[in-house]
């Protein structure tokens, strides 16, 4: 199949401004058919904007960009024909019933109406909003309506998924069920490509990701690569109690690979945090609590941008 | 929509892009499928308006001369309002309705994540802010007739000139829309529909107004009265081409005006 090589989404020097301000700096990615693929980084990194470019709803400043081999500017319609679309604020249509957002949307790509209804009652049952089919939008919950909206963003059978932060603002409950949603699709062969701030959620559904940050890519590869590149196999956390942390810099040097000293902890970069632990506690020191852990894309991220992602 | 008929020919550019405005025309439609009435709710006042001439008014101003020859003033006016009716159709869905969608549900946005382009969200919505309008006019129709009113079958020749008129002020009143910043604008919109009402040669003739006449044929619903009136009452006349050309005109700039704008709001 030719259709299939074509990557998903070629990006080049892509770029956009909004006045004077350039919210995406020349970026490069490339992401095959099939492929999970995220964009992490904090508010305001330029994910979303790429997000609308590649959605075929913002045109590129400059740079080149390519979905499924088409040119936004020019087969934006065909484009969004083929994707499925979560944006990142819910923009579901208030007026109509949950069965009817979906038959509504569908008819938009021109699905035949019969189609639509049977795809929608699927969809409803595979987010788990059957029974509540007849009623209104604003009855529902964030989690739910977030639900809705990727049911809706499926009814046209999409070869590519679009979810800027799928699982904002919900609780962890909603954020598994969504997960294993996603997780089903990508197993279907979807291409998903998600935004997301948080680690554990590129950690579980990204084959690969970018790190952006400030409207640039820091970093790229699996979440395993960035880790071992960027990072050490065990993280020690030592808390020493509020506005101390910094005064025991200088006692902790030597300890692990590398420190990092935030507000409320001090992080020991080691591949072995316990014999890491034994050393601090045999300089004298005392915590008032530790902890090992394994290395997650937050210390990617805090190594690549000196910034905590979630604060 | 096919590409080859005189119309996509003529149509500006950005129009020719659209694909299938019919689906959000569904889409309005099977939000009032609920709520069929809230449809209807705006064609009261030139009803009104009608008993009122029909009751005592028409009586102290007697009969009319129009085209040449008396008629009575009921039957004088009554196709004023009926145009009207298909203004104020219009006009209600393509301002407050649209602007909400606009500025507040996001209806739009989702339209635009579909195949869908601003073009088809322009389109399909001014054609049902002209249905709208439609629905107005005829329910005006039945009344008429209700009422004895009706006069000959010719009444129903005026019902495409209605068609017309809430085309261009659906398309007028959606690319006013798009640049309205909030709720105090809309003050805005009886202070422009009331006097178009009371001025269009709708409860006078032309020549009433002496040598101000100039300033009513400026009025587009000046010309969509005329329309009605000549249609209703069997009078066709050369003029009704340059009433026509005005309505078509304004729909096409409002169209296109409102088709660009969504875009530069929305795709962004």
């Known amino acids: 199949m030719t259709v299939n090589e074509q990557p998903a989404i070629r990006a080049k020097s892509l770029t956009k401004k909004f006045g004077d301000f350039e919210a995406v700096r020349g970026i490069d990615v490339e992401v095959r058919p099939g492929e999970s693929f995220g964009f992490l980084g904090p508010n305001g990194a330029g994910k979303s904007s790429t997000m609308r470019m590649i959605a075929g709803v913002s045109p590129v400043t400059s740079g080149t960009l390519e979905i499924f081999g088409l040119n936004p500017a020019t087969h934006g319609s065909e484009i969004r024909n083929r994707l499925g679309v979560v944006p990142q604020a819910d923009n579901l249509d208030g007026e109509l019933t949950l069965l009817d957002n979906l038959i509504v949307y569908g008819r938009y790509f021109d699905i035949p109406r019969a189609e639509c209804v049977a795809r929608a009652k699927e969809l409803l049952d595979f987010v788990q909003l059957s029974e509540r089919?007849?009623?209104?939008?604003?009855?529902?919950?964030?989690?739910?309506?977030?639900?809705?909206?990727?049911?809706?963003?499926?009814?046209?059978?999409?070869?590519?998924?679009?979810?800027?932060?799928?699982?904002?603002?919900?609780d962890p409950q909603a954020r598994h069920i969504l997960w294993d949603r996603l997780y089903r699709l990508k197993q279907q062969g979807v291409t998903l490509v998600l935004t997301t701030h948080y680690m554990d959620e590129a950690e579980q559904l990204c084959d690969r990701l970018v790190v952006m940050d400030a409207g640039r890519i820091v970093a790229e590869g699996s979440p395993r690569e960035l880790i071992t590149r960027y990072s050490t196999r065990e993280v020690l956390e030592l808390r020493f109690g509020a506005g101390s942390n910094a005064e025991h810099e200088g006692r902790l040097l030597?300890?692990?690979?590398?420190?990092?000293?935030?507000?409320?902890?001090?992080?020991?970069?080691?591949?072995?945090?316990?014999?890491?632990?034994?050393?601090?506690?045999t300089r004298g020191l005392q915590p008032e609590s530790s902890l090992v852990r394994r290395s997650s894309l937050e210390d990617v991220f805090l190594r690549l941008t000196g910034r905590s992602l979630e604060e | 929509m096919s590409h080859d008929t005189l119309l996509w020919r003529v149509a500006p550019p950005i129009l020719r892009s659209a694909r299938r405005p019919q689906r959000v025309v569904e889409r309005n439609a099977i939000v009032y499928r609920r709520t069929p009435m809230v449809l209807i709710s705006g064609f009261f006042e030139p009803l009104f308006y009608l008993l009122s001439i029909r009751i005592g008014f028409g009586a102290l101003v007697g009969d009319v001369d129009f085209a040449g020859r008396s008629i009575d003033y009921a039957e004088f006016v009554a196709p004023a309002l009926m145009a009207s009716s298909a203004m104020n159709g219009a006009v209600y869905d393509s301002t407050m309705n649209i602007f909400f969608k606009l500025r507040y549900s996001k209806t739009y946005d989702a339209m635009l994540a579909s195949p869908l382009g601003a073009a088809d969200v322009a389109l399909g919505e001014i054609a049902w802010a002209m249905l709208r309008g439609f629905v107005y006019s005829i329910s005006f129709l039945v009344c008429l007739a209700a009422l004895g009113m009706a006069g000959s079958w010719w009444i129903l020749a005026s019902l495409p000139a209605c068609l017309l008129i809430g085309l261009a002020f659906a398309s007028v009143g959606m690319a006013l829309t798009t640049y309205m910043r909030s709720w105090a604008d809309f003050d805005w919109v009886p202070a422009i529909t009331l006097p178009l009402f009371l001025f269009s040669a709708t409860f006078y003739p032309l020549s009433s107004y002496g040598g101000l006449a100039w300033i009513v044929q400026l009025s587009p619903l000046y010309h969509g009265v005329a329309l009605v009136r000549g249609a209703s009452l069997g009078v066709a006349s050369w003029g009704m081409f340059v009433h026509v050309g005005v309505l078509l005109a304004l729909a096409t700039v409002g169209l296109s005006v409102a088709a660009r704008r969504v875009e530069t709001l929305l795709l962004k």
């Open chain 1, 133 to 170: 089919s007849s009623g209104r939008v604003e009855s529902l919950s964030g989690g739910m309506k977030r639900r809705l909206t990727i049911a809706r963003g499926l009814m046209n059978r999409p070869e590519m998924f679009l979810l800027d932060e799928p699982t904002t603002g919900l």
């Open chain 1, 254 to 281: 030597g300890v692990g690979d590398r420190l990092e000293v935030l507000a409320d902890r001090v992080l020991v970069y080691a591949d072995d945090g316990e014999s890491a632990l034994h050393e601090v506690h």
